[in-house]
Structures are given as structure tokens and as C-alpha cells.
């Protein structure tokens, strides 16, 4: 990622590359962190320490695992997001109804922070999670969003994370994207089809502010057996929408 911070902290950075490994790596002792960021053990031993101190890891027999204490953060930035409280009770009410995985999706830093999800009765588990950030090109979320932003923005945001993915299907040139964003305004709903992860299919839709500015987008995901034909196409995008109207009209008046 681009370093933007004018005059970075070097201790920061090596702080949060500490919490990212530990992360990825599902927990690690101080030998296997410092061979995975390549810095000297007793240098790792004196951030795992500190971040021990503060509560932030925790030490599970020399295995150090991320600590709770960023789970009260973290849902103190979703609380903090005014559309978390408007739409989650619609969100649950698309799930409910159609019996599938439900959506809200906001764009932070350039991606996409899922900040609710709603299960339905035939809701199918996925590797992803409330807090889970993707690249906004490879969800039906993310390009419901990135469509209502300005030109300048999302030039901004490809320069800074790229495109392509994992999934095979994944938008891989700026000249599909900016065809991909234009179809997303015209229908007024975006698809992914298996775009992020194969076998999955996604409905999403934008949802502004009273300004017409972008804020989030709601939607719901399943599996490729039961996203197709006129399901797929029709009757989920109708409910969607329904849903993403109901929650604008409740965040101008609330």
C-alpha cells in the first residue's frame, strides 16, 4: 500500500505491521513473527510486550493472538456510522425474507468495510465477516458505490489498490470498470458474479444521502444454483431497490 502520511511514525507502522501479521498468521510465537516481518526478535518481543501491556494481544502460552480489546473499538466505529442503526432493521428484513445473506457495505480508505450482515434461513457461510475489508471492484457493494463517486475518486482508488483479484472473474482493466460503473447507473443496481468468491452471486444497490452523495450500499448474496434467470435478475434487483428506498427515505428523515 502507498505510504500517504506526511511524516510517518516508523514505531507506528511497525506496530500495526506487528497486529496485521499476528492476524494473518492466526497467532504467532516471537521467533515465527520475527522471521515473518524480517526484524529482530528482541525487537518483536518489545512491541508484543507492550501490546500485551495495553491490552491489545494476548499471550497464550508464547503464542500472541489479537486481544478482544479491538472488538470494542471496532464496535465503536460501527456505532458511530449513522447508516449502521437506519438500515440494519431492513437489512434483517431482507434476509428474513428472502432467506439469504444480507449486506451493508461502506467505503473507508478506499475499500470496502462490511459493517452488517443479516442471515437468512438458507444463508450460505462465506469467508468474510463483519469488519472484513475487500477491494471495492470485486463486490456487487463496492461497485454500486464506486459508480455514484466521481471520476476523480475512483481514479484515486485504483491507482492506490490496483484491480484484479482472486476470483478469476474478478475486473482486471480500467477499461471494464468504467463500462461495468456505467451499467451500474443505468440499471440502478450492481451484480457480482462470482467476481470475489467462485460459486457466489450478489445483488447489491447504492443508498445516498439527501445530498445524492454515496454512503453505503445494502444487498444480498447467495449461492449460483439459486442466483440465476429472472431471480437473479429480476425479482432480487426489485427487492433490493425496495429496500435501498426505504432506508434513504429513512436516513433524510431521521
Given at each position: 500500500m502507498a505510504k500517504t502520511a506526511q511524516n510517518p511514525v516508523k514505531s507506528a507502522e511497525t506496530t500495526f505491521e506487528v497486529l496485521d501479521a499476528l492476524k494473518d498468521l492466526d497467532g504467532a510465537g516471537v521467533t515465527e513473527l520475527a522471521q515473518h516481518l524480517d526484524i529482530p526478535k528482541s525487537t518483536v518481543h518489545n512491541y508484543l510486550s507492550t501490546l500485551e501491556q495495553e491490552e491489545y494481544v494476548v499471550n497464550r502460552d508464547g503464542v500472541y493472538e489479537v486481544g478482544l480489546r479491538f472488538l470494542e473499538l471496532g464496535a465503536y466505529a460501527r456505532h458511530r456510522e449513522k447508516l449502521f442503526g437506519i438500515a440494519k432493521p431492513e437489512v434483517d428484513r431482507l434476509a428474513a425474507e428472502t432467506g439469504e445473506l444480507a449486506n451493508i457495505l461502506v467505503e473507508e480508505h478506499g475499500r470496502g468495510s462490511y459493517l452488517y450482515r443479516a442471515r437468512g434461513d438458507k444463508a450460505v457461510q462465506v469467508k468474510a465477516h463483519v469488519g472484513t475489508r475487500v477491494p471495492l471492484h470485486t463486490t456487487a457493494l463496492g461497485k454500486a458505490i464506486l459508480a455514484h463517486m466521481s471520476t476523480e475518486r475512483v481514479d484515486a482508488i485504483v491507482d492506490r489498490h490496483g484491480l484484479g483479484g482472486?476470483?478469476?472473474?474478478?475486473?482486471?482493466?480500467?477499461?471494464?470498470?468504467?463500462?461495468?460503473?456505467?451499467?451500474?447507473?443505468?440499471?440502478?443496481?450492481?451484480?457480482?458474479?462470482?467476481?470475489?468468491?467462485?460459486?457466489?452471486?450478489?445483488?447489491?444497490?447504492?443508498?445516498?444521502?439527501?445530498?445524492?452523495?454515496?454512503?453505503?450500499?445494502?444487498?444480498?448474496?447467495?449461492?449460483?444454483?439459486?442466483?440465476?434467470?429472472?431471480?437473479?435478475?429480476?425479482?432480487?434487483?426489485?427487492?433490493?431497490?425496495?429496500?435501498?428506498?426505504?432506508?434513504?427515505?429513512?436516513?433524510?428523515?431521521?
Open positions: 482472486e476470483a478469476s472473474k474478478s475486473i482486471s482493466s480500467r477499461a471494464e470498470l468504467e463500462q461495468e460503473l456505467a451499467d451500474v447507473r443505468d440499471r440502478g443496481v450492481a451484480f457480482d458474479d462470482e467476481e470475489r468468491l467462485e460459486g457466489l452471486r450478489c445483488v447489491a444497490a447504492p443508498v445516498l444521502n439527501h445530498d445524492n452523495e454515496i454512503i453505503g450500499a445494502i444487498s444480498v448474496s447467495g449461492p449460483t444454483n439459486r442466483f440465476r434467470g429472472d431471480r437473479f435478475r429480476e425479482e432480487l434487483p426489485q427487492k433490493v431497490l425496495e429496500v435501498a428506498n426505504v432506508i434513504e427515505l429513512n436516513v433524510t428523515y431521521s
